[in-house]
């Protein structure tokens, strides 16, 4: 018979500190991320100034993407060497660098550096130390934590508008420049908040069969002298057999379920600098088909979201509405983005929907929403429409990142988040100034907004194959099993 003995194993809290840690971010964001969505109305009458119109803005808003996202791999291995809280304390500084050096803007260039790649830098300190922060103490409950931290932003962008047109009518534009510069620095409080995650592991205690551990440290052994991938096979809550693809070399060895042994020699071995570099950023998650779909997938639903958050307060501009009534629409957005944050991932975890499947559902709620907005000029009507298209983006932004860590081991995280925002900062420039110039030519807000629904059209094409691919495959195997 087969002999068990108990071991002793550190996870995540799955809480605990955990939820210090989520008040942290929320409050990262709401003083930093939340400006983001602000430049149209912050910086809207200085482009007039300055003579641009769209396509100024739509080049701006491209280098802060840009640059937001081009740094992913990097910040990725700065995360992974120093530590997620002094990644966002980091880019909070700079954050407030940003919006204060851009009260001096006199022309396109001097805005594009100071706002586009200043502040844009420091957005991505805080968007992937924020999310690994998290990832790092949730397991079960990780989308309701992503969820809840992410509320940040939308609180912050239910209040900006406000604060803003305040600031705007009591100091000017460069009083409100400062005085939100000021606000950022509120992030470097919440960034301290993130300690290690090993400052906070907990214990738990679990029963593994012996017999079944040599055979699989066994072949381990055998599959990495036949210069093969090790498979671990480990059994879960509901005693289902699940495989687990290894790396031959991990850039921290071998997991702990094979940190014994003679294992542990072959982490000995030399590397070359190109082999480090490689394992560092982890490119062997390119290798993957499948990875490549996901985060061009999320590339072009990001885009779409973001553009339309940048043209949404000219639109409303354009159709008549006063500047107070364009900032009621935009906290409608923000409101109801709250409430998706904190609803929708319970719901989610309730009817056991993939984070894939559920970014998949909601752009299609998008491309209808944004479509029937297009057309109305009724305040009523773009309220309740504002307020719908909200609750969709909110799960937009919190299943996208969700999504990229269902396809990659946890340790792999950082890099993998890093990879996806390095794609979405090649594709963002030129598709982001190809959409403001539809907009110039055609003068025709409803031509822009149907353009940036085509990216979402786009999207579901590039991944509806893969997804009906792996419905038959679980399909087949249920049948299998049966």
Not at 187 to 205: R, S, T, Y
Not at 297 to 306: D, F
Request: hydrophobic content about 45%; overall charge positive.
């Amino acid at each position: 018979m087969s002999k068990t003995k108990t071991i002793t194993k550190l996870v995540p809290p799955d809480g605990g500190w955990g939820w210090i840690v989520l008040f942290g971010s929320a409050v990262t964001n709401v003083f930093n991320q939340a400006v983001f969505s602000q430049f149209s109305l912050l910086y809207g009458d200085k482009l007039k100034e300055m003579g641009h119109r769209t396509t100024g803005a739509a080049m701006v808003m491209s280098v802060m993407l840009c640059v937001v996202n081009l740094g992913g791999p990097f910040l990725g291995v700065l995360v992974k060497l120093k530590s997620p809280r002094f990644v966002c304390v980091t880019g909070s500084l700079i954050c407030a660098t940003g919006i204060f050096l851009s009260s001096f803007s006199t022309n396109i260039v001097h805005l594009s550096l100071s706002y586009g790649v200043v502040f844009g830098l420091g957005l991505g300190f805080i968007y992937n130390a924020s999310f690994v922060a998290i990832n790092s103490y949730f397991k079960l409950k990780k989308s309701i934590a992503v969820g809840i931290a992410m509320t940040g932003t939308g609180i912050g962008q239910a209040l900006m508008p406000h604060v803003v047109e305040y600031s705007l009518d009591i100091f000017g534009f460069r009083g409100a420049c400062w005085f939100l510069s000021a606000l950022c620095l509120h992030g470097v409080c919440g960034g301290m908040l993130m300690q290690p995650v090993k400052w906070h592991m907990k214990k738990i205690k679990e029963e593994v069969v012996i017999e079944e551990e040599k055979i699989e440290m066994n072949k381990s052994q055998t599959d990495i002298k036949d210069d093969r991938p090790a498979i671990m096979f480990t059994k879960d809550r509901n005693n289902e057999c699940k495989s687990q693809l290894l790396e031959k070399i991990s850039v921290n060895g071998f997991s702990d379920d094979f940190k014994a042994g003679s294992l542990n020699e072959t982490t000995n071995l030399k590397k070359t600098a190109l082999e480090r570099i490689y394992e560092l950023f982890d490119i062997l998650l390119l290798s993957s088909p499948r990875f490549i779909i996901v985060i061009i997938g999320i590339g072009l639903t990001a885009i779409s979201i973001q553009n339309f958050g940048m043209l949404f307060p000219f639109f409303l501009l354009n159709i008549g509405l006063s500047r107070n009534e364009t900032a009621t629409c935009m906290s409608a957005v923000a409101l109801a983005d709250i409430f998706g944050r904190l609803i929708v991932p319970q719901v989610q975890v309730r009817l056991k929907l993939t984070a894939r499947l559920t970014l998949f559902l909601t752009s299609i709620w998008i491309i209808i929403t944004r479509q029937m907005l297009a057309y109305q000029t009724d305040l009523t009507s773009l309220l309740v429409l504002s307020a719908l298209y909200g609750i969709g983006r909110s799960v937009v932004i919190v299943a996208r990142n969700l999504t990229i860590t269902e396809h990659c081991r946890a340790d792999q995280v950082p890099s993998a988040v890093g990879l996806g925002m390095l794609c979405l900062g090649i594709t963002s420039p030129p598709i982001g100034y190809f959409l403001g110039w539809i907009r110039d030519y055609t003068e025709d807000y409803i031509a822009c907004i149907s353009a940036q629904n085509a990216l979402l059209i786009l999207f579901l094409i590039l991944w509806l194959p893969d997804m009906l691919l792996l419905y038959y495959r679980k399909k087949k195997g249920n049948a299998e099993d049966v």
